[in-house]
Structure formats: C-alpha cells, structure tokens
C-alpha cells in the first residue's frame, strides 16, 4: 500500500492516530446516549475482528499445514480428514445419516477424554491443596525426605480460617437431601454470605478491569493523539480541554433534556 | 432540586464526566502514590529472576485489543524481565490480534537489550484450537509450528538449539483475557512439570489465586495493579504506574459516590420521618 502512495507512506502514522481518535470517540458516544455514529463503530470493530481471524487463521494454520504440504511437498494424505469433516453433511440424509453419527461419536469421545484429562489436572491437585495444618510447628524433614516449612500461630489461624470457610461453602452445595439439621443449615446460610463476600471481591475485581481499559483509551486520546498528531508538548493538554469542552457540552445537553422532561 | 434528592438520581452521565476528568488529569500530571507488592507478583518476580541465562521460556500471549489496557502493560514487564534475564522466549497466541501486537512490543524491547529474532526469541504466531494443539506441541515442538511468523522453518532457527519437547521449556508464562491459562495447565503444566506464571485481567485473576495455593501456578499479575506492582519490582516506571494512580482516583470516585448516596438517603429518610410523614 505504501509503495502504491509515496503521500501514505508518508502519513500513515497520522492517519492512524486520527482513525483511532474518531473510532475512540465514536465507541464513547454510547456513554450519552445510543446512536447510529456509536453503531457504525462497533460493526466497524466487529467486521475488522473478524475479517483479521479469518485471514490469520488461513496465513498461520491453513497455509502452513495443509496448502503448502499438499499442493508443494505432494502430501496427499492431508486429503483424509477433510473428507471426514465432510461427513458431517450426511446428517441432512436419512439414508447416510449413519456416516455422521460416526464422526459425531468420534468427536464426542475426544471431547469426553479431554474433559476428563482437564478434569484431572486442573482440579485433582487443588484438593490436596485444600487440606492445610492448623497447628503451628517449626520446619522439619518429613519422613520421604520432604522439606516442610513453618507454621506460625498467623499462618495457622489463617489455615483455620480458610477451612471454615471451605467447609461452609461445600455444606452449601448439599442439595440431595433437605438441609433440616441445624449445623447444616447454618453453615449451609453462612456459606451462602460467603460466596456473596467472593462474588463482591470478583464484581470489585471487575469494575478495575473495565477502568483499566477506559484508562488505556483516555491515555490514547490525551498522549497518544494529543502529543503525537497535534503537539509534543500541548497537545495532551489541548486534548484535554477539548475533551472537557466535550463533556460540559454533554452535561450541558443532559441538563436542558431533564429540565424539558420536567416541564412537560 | 433537593441536594439529598441530587444526590440520589445523580444522572450516569454527570457520573461518567467526573471520571473521565478524575483519570485525565494523574495522566496529565504524574501523581505518585504508595505501593505495596502482593506475595503473588513477588513470587513471580522471583521465579523469573531464578532463570538462567539461555534457558527457554515459552511466553503465551492470547489477549487482543479489548484487554489491551491491561495486558499489554503486564506483557512489557514480563518481556523486559526476560531480556534482563538474557532467557530466549517463544511468544505463542491463540488470539488472532496478538501475534501482530505482541511481535511490535518485542521489536521495541529487543532494540534496547540487543535482542535479535531468530536468534534470542521466536514468535509462533497464532494457533488455533489451543487444546488439540497444545497436546501435539508438548510431544513435537518443532513439528507442530513448522515455521515462525515470517515464515522461517523453526527448526533452522538457533533460538530453538536444544528445543524438542516440553520437557526443555524451563518456564511458561501466559498474558490473557481469556481461560487459556487453564488449558495449558491441563495440557503443558501438569504434564509436564513445568513451573508457570501468569498475566491476567482483572476480571479472570480472582478464579487463579486457588492456582497459586496448589502451586499449579508460581505467581501471577493481576490487572493493571499486578503489572505496576511488576513495574515498581523492576524499578522501571511503565505505563502501568501512571495508570494505577488514575485507577487509584477513579475509584475513590466511585466509593465516595456511593457513600454520599447512601448517606443522603438515609438522612433524607430521617427528614421526613421528623416531618411526620415517611416510612418508620
């Protein structure tokens, strides 16, 4: 593209940074109100996405692994699998349907395997993890050789701590018989508040998470755009005013909608 | 209008205005506040800084441009760390937008610590179906990539000299927004023994910590906090330290809006209650 425009190849960091502004601010438009410039951009950003995946996944994947082995190394056999995937189709015959459900039942049973293989070790070692000393105790060797650190009155009060807890939460999920025992009741009501506690430290957890991404994009519109497409050493300073500029005027707007509301 | 009633029908947008004003201004004006670094970002720190010179880490890195704001950050202090470290790293995503996004960041660091691609790092650009792929990659390095992202056939290239299996990755990291974490757990983690560290959003890192406990993973990031506690460990101020201070602000914004809130009805309530017409 830039050979094809000695102008582009010249500007085409300018031209992205001003895409990126007028993208930014057209995704921010939603926080007023919905609007047809906020809908133009999001399409705009989900086409971009998924147009780059379709790309990627044939440069990266198709490409390497099959188009070149086939058609320049002369690899044949590649031709199998897609006729297996091809089988699939059958499932709109009633009279082949049989060869689809073998590719089904293929699948299913990788899928089975690889649940179960996911099952063991990602979760399997936590259960162990779980089981912690409550007495303190100082370092030691174990009997197979292992070396076995402290355990501080701190650390064993935050053991017990997380054993209550755990046993709370796990008494909460018995839903095969009714919880009528008063012990399991209530340990089962407090591990109820004690996945609130945990959903409220997530949600807090996510709220950062957005806050991370509007900070990426505020730091974009005043250093990135402002130093790099107006001026080193003022332009985030006039991005900022024009985007203070930009937020009273949508105050301003949100004010008089209010004030007309309340008069009709 | 009321200030006790204002204060309870604040409109999200007059919200929305003294944020973005509230995380402007610290970009603007560099506002350092105190840090403490969690254990877990320590004990990534420390992990890394045990490599050796020359071992192989591979550097997963399945995040795109909407967790930028967070991964990008973390993914710099980890690649730094690693070129201080003079370790060789492969980057591997299985996000289409990173390959391009994390190739840039490597080019910009490698010209600093004299990195050279192909010879101190690779990237093997981005890979689908991460389960499949990753169960022939921990058996077959070099026949499951073929070639790097410029299309060099990867076992040619001297970055790989002594890399065959898993079994010669000495450390994994992954930088995501995604449950990729988990999956190289079960498939690269587990079988193969190799310690593993983590960059992740804000959002996925509160279901990694019980990771940490079981020493499935050594340490890992969390967030925008994780990458600045990262930063301070370096002791080289990235975007990431500025950016907390916004974050720091923005949501003393939030807390204080919803204390005034509260406060301003409980009060309100207690008006009316004295006025003889509200609720008891």
Known sequence: MTSFSPWLAGHLEMLKLWIGMFCTLGLFSILYRENKVYRFFEHLFLGISMGYLIVNTFTDNILPKFWEPFWEKGEWWLIFPIFVGLFYYFIFSQKFAWLARLVIAFFLGITSGRAFKAYVNDYWPQIPSSFKPVVPHDAFTAADGTQIAELTRGGAINNVIFMVILLCVMSYFFFSFEQKHPVLKNTAKWGRWLLMFAFGAIFGSTIMGRLALLIDRVTFLLKGFGGGAIHKDYGPWIMFAIMAFLTGMVLYLTRKNAAKEEAQ | ?280
């Open chain 2, 1 to 280: 209008m009321n200030i006790l009633r204002f204060l309870q029908e604040v409109d999200r947008r007059v919200l929305y205005a003294l944020m973005l004003l509230v995380i402007a201004f610290p970009v603007l004006v560099p506002i350092p506040l105190p840090m403490k670094v969690s254990p877990a970002t320590q004990s990534l720190y420390d992990s890394i800084e045990g490599l050796k010179e020359n071992d192989f880490v591979l550097f997963g890195v399945s995040w795109g441009a909407g967790t930028r704001g967070e991964s990008r950050s973390q993914t710099y202090a980890l690649m730094r760390h690693l070129m201080r470290k003079k370790v060789r790293f492969a980057l591997l995503a299985f996000e289409p937008q990173a390959k391009v996004l994390n190739q840039k960041i490597a080019e910009e660091l490698q010209k600093e610590y004299g990195y050279v691609e192909g010879v101190n790092w690779v990237n093997f650009g981005y890979q689908i179906d991460q389960e499949n792929f990753l169960q022939g990659f921990g058996k077959d390095i070099v026949g499951t990539i073929k070639k790097d992202i410029e299309g060099n056939p990867i076992g040619s290239l001297k970055v790989m000299e002594g890399v065959q299996t898993a079994k010669d990755i000495k450390f994994l990291i992954d930088v995501t927004g995604s449950r990729s974490f988990e999956v190289y757990i079960t498939f690269l983690q587990q079988p193969f023994n190799i310690p593993m560290g983590g960059g992740l959003t804000a959002v996925m890192a509160p279901e990694a910590y019980n990771r940490l406990d079981s020493r499935q993973m050594v340490g890992l990031l969390g967030g925008l906090s994780g990458s600045a506690e990262y930063e301070k460990l370096l002791g080289k101020t990235g975007e990431a330290t500025g950016a907390s201070t916004s974050s720091a602000f923005a949501h003393l914004l939030i807390i204080a809006f919803i204390l005034l809130g509260n406060v301003a009805m409980f009060l309100e309530k207690r008006q009316r209650q004295r006025m003889g017409y509200g609720e008891k």
